[in-house]
């Protein structure tokens, strides 16, 4: 296979790269990028020959890895359905469900592929929580709280960072990290629809910087559970997902080493089902990306719907939407915390 | 007086942004942050926030030419050599700004090393043995040689550990004591070199206002608090059972390894670690490797096969039984068991820190902190 990237940011150099390199039956044939240095620095890096600064330069390929920042994406996926190259999004995959829709049907139009690239539904906390939720064994799922927020203590960034333009990001926090908390909890609990009851953001200059979120999940025929998301950059907060089952918790670990802990009622941990992994220790992080990339390998192969095909990231999408319509940027931002409201 | 503090973001720097002001009026702070991401902490809360970059000495004259004095808390992080060079760069952007009369420069506990043994570190010549302190204490050096022969008063402070709401030590400490595998070593009653934020504060505000002048100062609370009080402090803000503590023969185990693994040189920190990772090769081979290793024994000397057999058996022995104490017993940070800073101490300001009331403030603040993020239900408290 085939592999052009576009983006030479760091979720490029530090995770896809070294994964595809590794990969034999996969060859990276070009990088591009806007600043055609840092494409040219990367290229050298791994051994891959060809940079550019336009995508419409760049020779066939099979799959587009597009790790660009949401909110510009569209030009380049154009260029990109027009030459009938299989896509591979990082996420978040769109900024709205109008977007996600444009996608779908370009790429359908075209006869091509798309994915999603969601590492953590390969995390092993993430695969054996999901099987329990499923086994039913628990009884049934009556709530899930899921949290992630460290209060942002230095960014190593400099000011030309895409997530401080709300624009290119496509939002703030929960743009950013929300997509893959609410896909996490989305992917543990079989979710096939939800309900959003209520929605509060606090924004600064623009961004959202905190997000809380309470609804409710078909998580099976005529089941449905409740949930609480949360998430934070300006405080601490828990960071994690518990399943609360009528006579038991669940927690499990946000990371690639994160844990599954079997609890009481009350949370006090019974028994470890996965310990988390301490320590500097990315190992499992490049395996997630390995087992996504086989994944939309074998889409491209087989033409049949994979774990990351990209109707699969429907329901973050539209949920994430829902919230930045309820609660959109405030004109004159006074930094506080906005009340709860419910959707009209 | 105009005081910028750099890294505004971080741990440190958001609370002096926050609260210089009010521990001392008088000072008009100014938050230094290299983009706006960094800089929407302190949005919304009154204080003014510039957004720049320090590495350069145009940027850092657009910063910070209109202050009287800086409190340096950035630090660049990531790889050694670059994040030094970083370092390097805004050090010498920052003592390039003629105007700035005061400097502080926030150095660490870490240029002593992780397990501080005064027969090896000195105050004059301290011995890191992390990435951290020695890049702290490079910072150290060049500042004092960016400002040799300028009529600037600079401050160097190395700060014990910093603990209070949103540290990453009180974080550490709590997660210790909720862990029951973990007991204190020496009883807990060695000094701590840790310091309170609010009081570091004071201090800081104290050094900006006052006629002290240039030096290097070791900061920690005073009085010196034992690791106990500290662990104590904070299982009380927290209602958490407080912290076992072990004894003084089982902590005198310990402290050798410690201490002699801070006075191991890097090539023979090296060829320990080489040992240990090819001793768990052995008690991890697969079985084609295991098969290997009989046949190549089949060729040996009966009485060659009996001792690698015992060897051997030995090893796994030695592997299991450390799985068993693993699992009753966490071995306790290096730094638990140091001795306090070497050399001068800086005199902290007399004031109402340790009033009743203020303490109990301090506490709550703590608990509210940890209750945000040790529950799942935290972030949804208020």
């Known amino acids: 296979m085939r592999i052009g990237i576009l983006g030479a940011g760091s979720v490029v150099e530090q995770y896809h790269l070294p994964v595809l390199s590794a990969m034999p039956e996969v060859q990276v044939e070009w990088v591009c990028d806007i600043v055609k240095e840092q494409a040219v620095a990367l290229g050298k890096t791994y051994g891959v020959r060809r940079s550019y600064s336009d995508l419409n330069d760049c020779p ?4 587009v890895l597009v790790a660009i920042p949401v909110g510009v994406r569209r030009p380049s996926l154009e260029v990109i359905f027009e030459r009938k190259w299989n896509v591979f999004c990082e996420k978040p995959f769109a900024g709205t469900a109008q977007e996600h ?8 139009e075209q006869k091509v592929e798309v994915g999603v690239g969601m590492m953590r539904r390969f995390y092993d906390a993430t695969v054996l929580a999901r099987k329990l939720a499923a086994s039913g064994m628990f009884g049934s799922l009556q709530e899930v709280w899921a949290s992630e927020g460290l209060r942002q203590r230095g960014t190593g960034r400099d000011m030309n960072w895409y997530q401080a333009n709300a624009d290119a990001a496509g939002g703030g926090v929960l743009m950013e990290t929300g997509c893959h908390l609410v896909d996490q909890v989305a992917t543990i609990c079989s979710a096939r629809s939800y309900k959003l009851e209520a929605c509060a953001m606090e924004y600064r ?3 959202d910087y905190a997000a809380r979120l309470r609804g409710s999940l078909e998580i099976a025929q005529s089941q449905t559970c409740s949930f609480r998301i949360a998430l934070s950059k300006t405080e601490d907060i828990y960071n994690g997902i518990m399943l609360k089952f009528a006579d038991l918790q669940v927690r499990v670990g946000l990371t690639a080493a994160g844990g599954v802990a079997l609890c009481d009622k009350e949370g006090k941990s019974v028994a470890a089902l996965q310990q988390p992994e301490e320590g500097f220790h990315r190992g499992q992080v490049y395996a997630a990306f390995y087992r996504e990339w086989r994944e939309f390998i074998h889409q ?14 429907c329901l973050t ?10 609660q959109p940027r405030p004109r004159q931002d006074d930094g506080r915390f906005s009340k709860y409201v419910e959707p009209r | 007086m105009r005081v910028a503090i750099t890294g505004a973001g971080g741990q440190i720097g958001s609370y002096l942004t926050e609260n210089l002001s009010i521990l001392q009026p008088g000072i008009e702070v100014v938050g230094v942050c290299r983009n706006a991401v960094a800089g929407a902490l302190l949005e919304g809360t009154g204080f003014t926030v510039r957004v720049g970059t320090l590495t350069d000495p145009v940027g850092a004259e657009s910063v910070l030419n209109d202050c009287d004095a800086v409190v340096h808390c950035a630090l660049a992080t990531g790889l050694p050599v670059r994040a030094h060079s970083q370092n390097e760069q805004m050090i010498r952007s920052i003592c390039r700004v003629s105007g700035i009369k005061k400097l502080i420069f926030l150095s660490s506990v870490a240029v002593y090393g992780m397990c501080i043994d005064r027969e090896r570190a000195s105050f004059e010549d301290p011995k890191p043995d992390t990435s951290y302190g020695r890049e702290k204490l490079a910072q150290e050096r060049s500042l004092l040689k960016f400002n040799a022969g300028t009529p600037r008063t600079n401050y160097i402070l190395r700060l014990g550990h910093v603990y209070g709401p949103n540290q990453a030590m009180s974080r550490r400490i709590l997660h210790m004591a909720q862990d029951s595998r973990f007991a204190l070593p020496l009883e807990g009653r060695l000094l701590s070199n840790a310091i309170h934020l609010e009081r570091l504060g004071e201090a800081i505000a104290r050094l900006l206002t006052g006629n002290a002048g240039s030096g290097v100062y070791n900061v920690a609370d005073e009085p010196h608090q034992t690791w106990k009080a500290v662990f104590d402090w904070h299982t009380e803000a927290t209602e958490i059972m407080p912290v076992r503590c072990l004894s003084s ?4 185990d310990l402290m050798p390894g410690y201490r002699n693994r801070a006075h191991r040189s890097f090539a023979a920190r090296a060829l320990a670690k080489g040992a240990s990772w090819a001793g768990a090769q052995l008690l991890s081979v697969s ?3 295991k ?4 046949q190549a024994l089949g060729l040996m000397p009966e009485r060659v096969e009996q001792k690698v057999k015992v060897r051997y058996r030995a090893m796994v022995v030695k592997r299991d039984i450390e799985s068993v104490k693993a699992g009753e017993f966490v071995v306790p940070d290096q730094w638990l068991t140091s001795d306090p800073m070497p050399g001068l101490y800086m005199d902290l300001p007399k004031t109402s820190y340790w009033e009743a009331s203020r303490q109990a403030d301090r506490k709550q603040k703590l608990n509210r902190w940890f209750q945000k993020w040790s529950s799942p239900y935290g972030p949804w408290a208020s």
Do not use: F, N, Q
């Open chain 2, 287 to 289: 079985p084609s490797w």
């Open chain 2, 249 to 252: 023969a089982r902590s005198e």
């Open chain 1, 101 to 108: 829709g444009w996608i779908m049907k370009r790429a359908k």
């Open chain 1, 300 to 313: 491209c192969r087989t033409r049949t719907a994979s774990l990351v095909h990209a109707d699969s990231v």
């Open chain 1, 317 to 326: 999408t539209r949920l994430i939407e829902e919230c930045y319509e309820l």
């Open chain 1, 205 to 207: 200059g623009g961004l």
């Open chain 2, 291 to 294: 098969e290997l290793g009989y």
């Open chain 1, 60 to 63: 066939e390929v099979d799959i």
